[in-house]
């Protein structure tokens, strides 16, 4: 398996890695790739056998700190086919967006998902470090945050999507 940036002849692939992997919900994410691709520093896929069975995302969004606004990272989203699921490609893309959220200057990394598989890979429960939730559909516990080198003690505050993810009605998207 190799991880690495996807390129425009990926497009198609990706759709089909996040229709499979979301199920009902699929289509709806492969419109959030989409819309969020153009703004989107990192994207990358994993590759097998020369074909891509998972991809991953993440972007700038904000923190509305009191102080003032900072830039964060969202990692939205991360599907692997199923048929390659458990076996460490998540893993992967999640440890390589994160090197990447670092490498930008980001002091933060926030995503929704399930708490039982970020954990392992670094998230804690966001509330409980300060931050809140764009949106109460969001559940507490799927609320999630690495702190990266750039963070301070100072930068708490309300997450603030990108407009993508309110346009197409994704917030809490399970």
């Given at each position: 398996m190799i991880v690495r940036p996807e390129e425009p002849r990926d497009h198609d692939a990706v759709a089909a890695v996040h229709r499979a992997a979301f199920g009902e919900e699929g289509g709806t994410v492969a419109a959030v790739v989409e819309g969020l691709r153009p703004g989107r520093p990192e994207s990358l896929v994993a590759e097998v056998d020369g074909a891509v069975v998972g991809h991953v995302m993440t972007g700038r969004n904000l923190l509305?700190?009191?102080?003032?606004?900072?830039d964060v990272g969202v990692l939205s989203p991360l599907g692997v086919l199923p048929e390659f699921q458990?076996?460490?490609?998540?893993?992967?893309?999640v440890a390589a967006v994160r090197e990447a959220a670092a490498g930008r200057g980001w002091p933060a990394l926030f995503l929704e998902g399930d708490p039982a598989y970020y954990a392992g890979r670094g998230f804690h429960a966001a509330g409980e470090l300060g931050f809140r939730r764009p949106s109460l559909r969001i559940p507490a516990a799927a609320f999630q945050v690495v702190l990266l080198d750039g963070w301070e003690d100072w930068m708490t505050g309300t997450l603030v999507y990108d407009r993508v993810f309110w346009d197409l009605d994704a917030v809490g998207l399970r």
């Amino acid at each position: 398996m190799i991880v690495r940036p996807e390129e425009p002849r990926d497009h198609d692939a990706v759709a089909a890695v996040h229709r499979a992997a979301f199920g009902e919900e699929g289509g709806t994410v492969a419109a959030v790739v989409e819309g969020l691709r153009p703004g989107r520093p990192e994207s990358l896929v994993a590759e097998v056998d020369g074909a891509v069975v998972g991809h991953v995302m993440t972007g700038r969004n904000l923190l509305d700190a009191p102080p003032r606004l900072v830039d964060v990272g969202v990692l939205s989203p991360l599907g692997v086919l199923p048929e390659f699921q458990r076996q460490g490609i998540g893993t992967a893309l999640v440890a390589a967006v994160r090197e990447a959220a670092a490498g930008r200057g980001w002091p933060a990394l926030f995503l929704e998902g399930d708490p039982a598989y970020y954990a392992g890979r670094g998230f804690h429960a966001a509330g409980e470090l300060g931050f809140r939730r764009p949106s109460l559909r969001i559940p507490a516990a799927a609320f999630q945050v690495v702190l990266l080198d750039g963070w301070e003690d100072w930068m708490t505050g309300t997450l603030v999507y990108d407009r993508v993810f309110w346009d197409l009605d994704a917030v809490g998207l399970r």
